[in-house]
């Protein structure tokens, strides 16, 4: 009897006759011999049928199986280098399980509004995998931190009576007649958890109704956050880093080949040490205002120029291909994929160009007071080779809850950790305002309903401490991690404005 094993363990199997059950990923076949890139979960796996008198009985109904049919292939493992996953499987018997349809995700490539329609299916795909491995390391490396360094685990509600965040970012949910809210963050019931139990955190879901479709912004997105009793601004941004430091270092122990297949540059990773920089919100608008950030927006352009050049010629040539007598077929239809490819990149770099002289504009007229925009962020963080710290923004950028710097109150006790290599904030956090009066103003400024707060302001009415934490984005961590253009391949099931199926 051969016994059943998992992709990921043939590397204890060599010599032995086992069992793979998984699913074709692709098959070719000619003549007398049938290669399947069986998958089953935990890999892949090349297995290889030749047809003889043991394999004749189940040799015909295999070699017809379509992309994605489910299987059982018994045979011998052996260590095959050139194979994908480095093992082979000589197959001696066959069970087929279920002989699929035409499956719509083909090797070719697809648009994405195709894909995300078929996210049920998509994240079979190879690429999907990896990053969803990636995610789910993440989120455990930050539940051990949490657990292994003294805090303590508060879940929050979802229902939400009252804003935490911006206002304009509520989901309304009809409460037995009243109106409730989805939770945008689980913050200030942690605010009250930490006079309880000194250091906790939750982790969960949040919602955001965000108008905007950009790269950054999910309307269901996972944040964990910290919340710690007699902490600073400066206590917060320490936690921060060791947060970041520890996820990274995990994510590269124990995947280094997915990130080698996401085509993730690994040395930047590595870079990722404390400490990490800090600057204030000043520093950062004299920094969009200076040569070097002129500098790097008028390099990109030359750049990304020279680049669609290249892809010209390219497509001319592929083209050429695709439509030359005497060419192979299967040469054609290399070429009309890879067509594909490079008219998709052609046609993104040829965005961002149109883009460029935009934020330029925007980065050398920042004002003082303006919050930072997307593209603003993009230009400090990829000045930046490790993560960097940006403190004390503008009061009325932010949060009604930030403590008020005792030494100028037009600036708060605040910090956004923005992600290098361009992908911008993942941690939004501040030190918290303590003091009633004040607290009691901003509610007033912000036109906030006091009554709604009052549980609120309860905590600095009986021994208030100064204490502070933040929030980190798991999706737009895991979307820097795995170096990834959108957030939306970071969730099994992407959450955006009109988006919601399946
Ligand atoms: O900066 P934010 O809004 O901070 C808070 O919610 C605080 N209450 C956290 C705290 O101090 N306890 O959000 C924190 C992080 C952001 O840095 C970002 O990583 C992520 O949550 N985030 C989003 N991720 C995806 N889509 C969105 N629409 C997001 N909004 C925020
Ligand atoms: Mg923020």
């Known amino acids: 009897m051969a016994t059943k094993t998992t992709i990921d363990q043939l590397e204890k199997q060599v010599g032995d006759t086992v069992t793979l059950q998984g699913w074709v990923y692709n098959s070719r076949a000619s003549g007398k011999i049938i290669f399947i890139i069986l998958r089953d979960g935990t890999g892949r796996c090349q297995c290889v049928i ?12 295999v070699k017809k199986l379509a992309q994605e049919s489910a299987l059982a292939l018994t045979g011998v493992v052996s260590k095959e280098e050139r194979a994908t996953g480095g093992f082979e499987l000589k197959v001696t018997d066959a069970t087929i399980v279920h002989a699929a349809g035409d499956y719509p995700i083909t090797p070719k490539p697809h648009g994405i509004e195709f894909l995300m329609k078929h996210r049920h299916l998509w994240f079979r795909s190879q690429r999907q995998w990896h990053i969803l491995r990636v995610r789910a390391t993440v989120i455990d490396q930050i539940r051990r931190f949490f657990n292994d360094n003294g805090f303590l685990l508060m879940d929050t509600p979802l229902f939400a009576p009252a804003a935490g965040e911006g206002a304009q970012t509520l989901f309304q949910v009809d409460y037995f007649g009243d109106p409730v809210f989805l939770a945008q963050t689980g913050q200030l019931y942690l605010e009250a958890a930490c006079m309880a139990h000194r250091k906790v955190y939750c982790f969960g879901p949040t919602f955001r109704a965000e108008k905007s479709k950009t790269r950054r912004h999910l309307t269901e997105f996972w944040m964990v956050e910290p919340e710690i009793a007699f902490a600073s601004l400066s206590d917060v941004i320490d936690l921060s880093e060791d947060l970041l430091c520890s996820i990274v270092d995990r994510v ?10 996401l085509d993730r540059n690994i040395d930047e990773l590595h870079a990722i040490k404390k400490p990490f920089h800090r600057i204030t919100y000043t520093e950062a608008a004299d920094l969009l205002r200076g040569s070097k950030a002129k500098a790097l927006l008028e390099r990109d352009l030359v750049e990304k120029n020279a680049r669609v050049e290249e892809l010209n010629a390219l497509i001319e040539e ?7 007598q005497g060419v192979k077929q299967w040469k054609k239809d290399k070429a009309i994929a890879e067509v594909i490819d490079r008219r998709e990149e052609r046609s993104e770099l040829e965005e961002q160009i ?27 963080s990829r000045l930046h080779d490790r993560p960097v710290a940006v403190t004390h923004y503008p009061k009325r950028v932010k949060a009604f809850y930030m403590r008020e710097d005792r030494t100028n109150d037009d600036v708060v006790e605040c910090v956004d950790v923005l992600a290098p290599q361009g992908f911008g904030e993942i941690i939004g956090g501040s030190a918290r305002e303590e003091d009633y009066d004040r607290l009691l103003r901003r509610i007033g400024e912000e036109k906030l309903d006091r009554n709604d707060y009052e549980w609120y302001l309860d905590l600095r009415r ?5 204490h502070g934490g933040f929030g980190l984005g798991v999706e737009r961590t895991v979307a820097w991690i795995c170096n990834l253009k959108h957030i939306r391949e970071t ?9 919601f199926y399946p």
Do not use: C, Q
């Open 318 to 324: 592929l083209d050429a291909t695709t439509k030359a």
């Open 462 to 466: 009986f021994g208030s401490v100064p």
């Open 252 to 261: 590269l122990r124990d995947h280094l080949d997915d990130l080698e297949a």
């Open 491 to 499: 969730i099994p099931y992407p959450r955006m404005m009109g988006k």
């Open 50 to 61: 030749e047809k003889d008198e043991n394999t004749e009985s189940f040799f015909a109904d």
């Open 354 to 380: 149109r883009n460029i002289p935009h934020h330029m504009e925007l980065a050398a007229n920042f004002e003082w007071g303006s919050d930072l925009g997307g593209s603003d962020e993009t230009i400090i």
